[in-house]
Nanobody
């Protein structure tokens, strides 16, 4: 079993900042990569940012320069620092991880329950 638990969502004014956290736990042998997705009402789920355990990152064009993803391999946690937030950033944010499970030995594409981020004045 593998679990992902997100935290840090909330209400923030435009221009403000939030930091999201995601903790992975369970029968984990290794984590290949982690990332954040978001889904706004009426829109498809989209990739926000991803990071490999080696530190390679990928960002959606809409968040480049404003969001920063980081990973703590020892703690099995991923973070998303969100600065200069805009109303368009309002969405449910989901943590995703490619987790190598101990047994059965396989790579799992795991998802958290999501955390709401609302940007409004």
């Amino acid at each position: 079993q593998v679990q992902l638990v997100e935290s840090g969502g909330g209400l923030v004014q435009p221009g403000g900042s939030l930091t999201l956290s995601c903790a992975a736990s369970g029968n984990i042998l290794a984590i290949n990569g982690m990332g954040w997705y978001r889904q706004a009402p009426g829109k498809q789920r989209e990739l926000v940012a991803s990071i490999t355990t080696g530190g390679s990152t990928n960002y959606a064009d809409s968040v480049k320069g404003r969001f920063t993803i980081s990973i703590d391999n020892a703690k099995k946690m991923v973070y998303l620092q969100m600065n200069s937030l805009e109303p368009e950033d309002t969405a449910v944010y989901y943590c995703n991880a490619a987790v190598r499970q101990t047994w059965p030995l396989k790579v799992l594409d795991s998802w958290g329950q999501g955390t709401q981020v609302t940007v409004s004045s």
